[in-house]
C-alpha cells in the first residue's frame, strides 16, 4: 500500500518543458490531460495518501498527550474563580483606588454581600477563600466564617418588614410579587419585568437568591423563604422609589408594596459595613480588598510570579516574596545543582566505560554493552529499590563498613534521605544515557588517529588530550544534554530517597497538585521547567539532531 | 582477553591494567545494586541485610516466603493483574496507530513531517510529572481520569515515540522496488502490506512493541496521578511500599521484574541481530 501510486511516473515537474522546446504542445498524458497538471494530481493524492496513514495517530497524540499540555498552559494563568464568584464586587470595585487607603464605598460592601449570599449557597466561597489565600493568608478563614453568617445580614429589615407584614417571610406572597407569571419552579427563576423596572435590586436580589436555591440545593422557590439580604434590598428600593410610582403599581401582590412604603420611611437601618464587621473584624483591613481587586481579572501572573519568589503586591506591583516563603528559586537551584553534580559523575564513570568498549573486538564489547543495557532495561523502581536497600542505615552498604571496621557500629552513616543518596541512585539510573551516546561516537574516532599522533612522538597523555578527546567532545554533550534533560524532570527517585534536602522542583509540582490542590501553581511550576527543557532539546536537535536518538 | 602488547614498558602495563580495574569498578557499581537485590529477596528474616545465616550459606537462612507473600497477597494480585490489564491493551495501540504513521511518515512526500514527527515524539521528551500533571488537569475535565480507559491511553501516549523511532529505522532499509513488484504482480494494497512489508518490518514493530510493554509496564508517575485506586499497577504498588512500609515482598518483586526485563532485553536484542541479518549487515 505504501506505493500503490508506483505506477504514476516520478514527478519531474519541470522535466518535459527542459526537454522539448518552448513552442511545441505540452506533453499529454495517456488519458489526454496535460502531464504537468496529471503529475501535480499524482503527486497530491500521494501527498494525501501519506497524510491518511499519519493522521490517526497525529489526532491521537494530540488529544491524549498535546491537549493536556496546553491545558496545563492554560491553567498557570487563567484565574477566573474570581470574578465568577464575585461578579459584582469585581465591577464594584473598579472604582475604588487601592492607593488612597481608604475602604471602600458602601455599595462595594453591598455588593460583596449579595455575591457571597449566593456563593454560600452553592457552596463555592470556600473555594475563592482557599485561591485568594495563597495570595493572603488570613482570606481563606475570613470567607469561610462570614459564609456562615451573611444569609442573615439585612436582618433588621427583615425583622421590621416581618412586623409589618408576616407575609414578607413567607415563601409564596415573595414569589407572587417578584416572580414572571409564566415562570413555573423546574425552570430557572424569571423576575416579572413590570416588576424589575419599578424595584431593580430587590428583582435582582430576589432572583439571585432564587436560582441559587434551585441550583444548589434543588430546592423550589415557592416553598423557601427568601434569605435577609433580600429584604436590605427591598428596603433599599423602597427608600429610592417614588410613592406615586409605587401607588401606580398594578402587579399581582401590589397592595404589601404600597403598605411597606408607606411605612419604611420610619425603619430603623444599618450600613452593610457594619454588618460585615459584626461577623469579622478582618474587612476592615483594605488589604483584603486590594488583594480581591488585584486578582479580580480572568488571567493573571501571579503564579508565575510566585513561582520566582515574587508576588503581586495588593497595589498591583510586583514585588519580592515575604521572607519566610521563598522556597522557590531555592528549589530550582537545588534542582539545577543536582542535575549538574548528576552530569558529572555520569560523565565521570561513562567516559571510561565508553572508552573501553569501543576499543574492545566486537564480541567483547557487544557483551559488555549487554551489561550496560541491563540497567537500563529494569525496571526503575526496582533500581530505586535496590538503592534504598544498600543505603539504610542497616543496609548492606553500611553492614560491610561496620564489618570492615571502617566505621564504628554507633556511627553508621547517613546516606539516605538527603543529597548523597539522591546523586548516587540517580548516577547510577542514568549512566547507561551517557554512555551509550558516548559508544556511539567513539566508535567512529578511526584508531590510526591516535596511532600517528604516537608516532610522530606524542606521549599517551598528549596522543588522547590532543587527538582523541577532542573528537569524542560530540559524544560527551550529547550524553550531558540527554542527561541533564532527563534529571531536571525526575520525580520517583528523589521522592524515595531524596528525603527533604535532595528532591527536586517536580516533587513540589506533585505537592501541589494531590496535597497543597493548588493547581494553578503547580501548573506555572510545570509550564517554567518544561521552557527549559524544551529549549534543551532544541540545543540537542541543533548539535546532534533528533533523528539521531537510538535505542540501544 | 589478550593482555597488553609484548613490548609495553611496565608503566604501560600498570596503566593498561590500572584502566581495566577501573572499568571493572564501574561495572561493578552498575550492575552489583541490581544483582544483590536476587539474593536478598530469599532471606528468611524480615531484613534487608544478609543475616549471619546467609552468609553461612545455612539452609535455615533462605525462604520463599517473600514469594509466597507475592503470590498470595490480594494487594500484590490485584496489582500484578491491573498491570497485565493495562500494560497489553496501551502497547496494541500504541504499535497499531504508530506502526500505521511510521509506514506514512517514511513516504517521500509527506507535508509537514518535521513537525508532525515533533509532535509525535514529544511525550518521550516532556518530563514524566509534566506530562502527568497536565493530563491529571486534562483527563479529569473530561472525566477520564481514574478510569482504566484514561490510564491506558496515557501510556499509550508515552509508548507512541518508542514505536515511530524502532519501526521508522526499520523502514529506512526497506527496499521499495518489493511492493512496486507485488502491485505488478496483481496484489491490491492490503495484501502487499501484510503479505511483502509486514513480514520485513515484522523484528522493528515487535522491538518497538517491546519499548512500548516495558514503558507502559514500568511506568509510574503517569498512573498515580491518571489512575485511582481501582487501576494500581505493580510499580504503583512498590512506589507505595518503599514510601510508606517497606516490606521485603518488594524485594521479591523485584527479582521477578529483573528477570521478565533480562528475557525482554535478549528478545530485542536477537530480533535486531536478525535484522542486521536480513539487510545484509554484518550480524556483528
Not at chain 1, 231 to 258: K, V
Not at chain 1, 352 to 378: D, E, G
Not at chain 2, 15 to 44: D, H, K, Q
Amino acid at each position: 500500500m505504501t506505493d500503490a501510486a508506483a505506477d504514476a511516473p516520478i514527478p519531474k515537474p519541470d522535466a518535459g518543458d527542459r526537454a522539448r522546446p518552448e513552442r511545441q504542445e505540452p506533453l499529454l498524458a495517456a488519458d489526454g490531460s496535460p502531464l504537468k497538471k496529471s503529475l501535480q494530481r499524482s503527486l497530491r493524492r500521494q501527498k494525501l495518501r501519506a497524510f491518511g496513514l499519519v493522521a490517526p495517530l497525529l489526532l491521537f497524540v494530540l488529544v491524549t498527550f498535546i491537549a493536556p499540555i496546553a491545558d496545563m498552559l492554560f491553567r498557570s494563568v487563567e484565574n477566573q474563580i474570581v470574578s465568577e464568584t464575585l461578579p459584582r464586587t469585581v465591577v464594584a470595585l473598579e472604582q475604588w483606588d487601592p492607593e488612597q487607603d481608604e475602604l471602600p464605598s458602601e455599595d462595594t460592601f453591598l455588593a460583596m454581600a449579595y455575591d457571597l449570599v449566593e456563593a454560600q449557597e452553592l457552596k463555592i466561597h470556600t473555594r475563592l477563600g482557599t485561591r485568594l489565600n495563597y495570595e493572603t493568608t488570613g482570606i481563606s478563614s475570613l470567607f469561610r466564617r462570614t459564609g456562615r453568617g451573611v444569609d442573615d445580614f439585612g436582618e433588621i429589615y427583615l425583622d421590621q418588614f416581618e412586623d409589618l407584614n408576616p407575609n414578607w417571610d413567607e415563601a409564596g406572597p415573595w414569589v407572587d410579587l417578584v416572580a414572571d407569571e409564566g415562570w413555573e419552579h423546574p425552570a430557572p427563576f424569571e423576575p416579572s419585568e413590570r416588576f424589575a423596572a419599578l424595584m431593580s435590586e430587590t428583582a435582582a436580589a430576589y432572583a439571585s437568591f432564587a436560582r441559587a436555591i434551585q441550583q444548589g440545593s434543588d430546592d423550589n422557590p415557592r416553598e423557601e423563604e427568601p434569605w435577609a439580604p433580600v429584604h436590605m434590598a427591598l428596603y433599599h428600593d423602597l427608600m429610592r422609589t417614588d410613592p406615586g410610582a409605587i401607588a401606580a403599581y398594578e402587579g399581582p401582590r401590589a397592595e404589601m408594596l404600597r403598605e411597606a412604603r408607606a411605612a419604611v420611611e420610619g425603619f430603623e437601618s444599618q450600613p452593610v459595613r457594619e454588618m460585615f464587621v459584626a461577623e469579622e473584624e478582618d474587612w476592615l483591613d483594605p488589604e483584603v480588598w486590594a488583594t480581591i481587586k488585584t486578582f479580580s481579572p480572568p488571567y493573571t501572573p501571579g503564579y508565575f510570579l510566585t513561582s520566582v519568589d515574587l508576588k503581586l503586591s495588593p497595589d498591583g506591583e510586583v514585588v519580592a516574596q515575604d521572607e519566610d516563603q521563598r522556597i522557590y528559586m531555592l528549589l530550582f537551584q537545588r534542582t539545577l545543582f543536582m542535575s549538574l553534580m548528576i552530569m558529572g559523575c555520569t560523565i565521570l564513570l561513562g567516559y571510561p566505560i565508553a572508552y573501553l568498549i569501543s576499543n574492545l573486538p566486537l564480541r567483547t564489547a557487544n557483551l559488555l554493552l549487554i551489561l550496560v543495557l541491563l540497567p537500563f532495561w529494569t525496571s526503575l523502581l526496582v533500581r530505586t529499590s535496590a538503592w534504598k536497600v544498600l543505603l539504610q542505615q542497616q543496609g548492606v552498604i553500611n553492614d560491610t563498613l561496620v564489618w570492615i571496621g571502617l566505621v564504628a557500629d554507633d556511627a553508621r552513616l547517613t546516606m539516605i534521605n538527603n543529597q548523597f543518596g539522591t546523586i548516587v541512585a540517580m548516577t547510577h539510573i542514568l549512566l547507561p544515557f551517557m554512555i551509550l551516546p558516548l559508544y556511539s561516537v567513539m566508535k567512529t574516532i578511526p584508531p590510526s588517529y591516535v596511532r600517528a599522533a604516537k608516532s610522530l612522538g606524542a606521549t599517551n597523555w598528549t596522543a588522547f588530550w590532543r587527538v582523541y578527546f577532542p573528537q569524542s567532545v560530540p559524544g560527551i554533550g550529547a550524553g550531558c544534554i540527554l542527561v541533564f534533560i532527563l534529571s531536571i524532570g525526575y520525580y520517583i527517585t528523589p521522592e524515595l530517597v531524596g528525603g527533604t534536602t535532595g528532591t527536586f522542583i517536580s516533587n513540589r509540582i506533585a505537592f501541589h497538585i494531590s496535597s497543597s490542590l493548588n493547581w494553578g501553581l503547580a501548573a506555572a511550576l510545570g509550564t517554567i521547567l518544561l521552557v527549559v527543557v524544551l529549549v534543551l532539546y532544541w540545543v540537542y536537535d541543533r548539535i546532534v539532531g533528533i533523528d539521531n536518538v537510538s535505542l540501544g | 582477553m589478550s593482555g597488553p602488547p609484548i613490548y609495553a614498558t611496565t608503566p604501560q602495563r600498570i596503566w593498561y591494567y590500572g584502566f581495566r580495574v577501573l572499568c571493572g569498578v564501574i561495572f561493578f557499581f552498575l550492575i552489583a545494586p541490581i544483582l544483590i537485590i536476587i539474593p536478598l529477596s530469599f532471606n528468611a528474616e524480615n531484613f534487608f541485610t544478609f543475616t549471619p545465616e546467609m552468609l553461612r550459606f545455612d539452609p535455615e537462612g533462605y525462604s520463599l516466603k517473600h514469594y509466597r507473600d507475592f503470590f498470595t497477597n490480594p494487594d500484590w494480585q490485584q496489582a500484578l493483574w491491573n498491570s497485565v490489564r493495562i500494560a497489553p491493551a496501551a502497547t496494541l495501540l500504541a504499535v497499531t496507530l504508530g506502526t500505521l504513521a511510521a509506514i506514512g511518515l517514511s513516504q517521500p512526500h509527506v507535508p509537514y513531517r518535521r513537525a508532525i514527527m515533533a509532535i509525535l515524539i514529544s511525550p518521550m521528551i516532556v518530563p514524566l510529572i509534566i506530562s502527568a500533571a497536565g493530563m491529571y488537569f486534562f483527563y479529569s475535565r473530561i472525566g477520564l481520569q481514574g478510569t482504566y480507559v484514561g490510564v491506558v491511553l496515557a501510556h499509550a501516549a508515552l509508548g507512541i515515540p518508542f514505536v515511530i523511532i524502532t519501526v521508522t529505522a526499520t523502514l529506512v532499509g526497506f527496499d521499495r522496488s518489493l511492493t512496486r513488484a507485488s502491485a505488478s504482480l496483481g496484489a491490491d494494497p492490503v495484501t502487499t502490506f501484510f503479505k511483502v512489508q509486514m513480514p520485513l518490518i515484522l523484528p522493528g514493530v515487535i522491538s518497538g512493541g517491546l519499548f512500548a510493554f516495558i514503558t507502559s509496564f514500568d511506568e509510574v508517575v503517569v498512573v498515580i496521578f491518571v489512575g485511582s485506586a481501582n487501576q494500581q499497577t505493580l510499580p504503583w504498588q512498590m512506589f507505595t511500599g518503599l514510601r510508606e512500609q517497606i516490606s521485603p515482598t518488594i524485594l521479591a518483586v523485584a527479582t521477578i521484574l529483573v528477570a521478565i526485563s533480562i528475557l525482554l532485553l535478549m528478545t530485542v536484542e536477537l530480533l535486531r541481530r536478525r535484522s542486521e541479518r536480513l539487510r545484509g549487515m554484518s550480524p556483528g
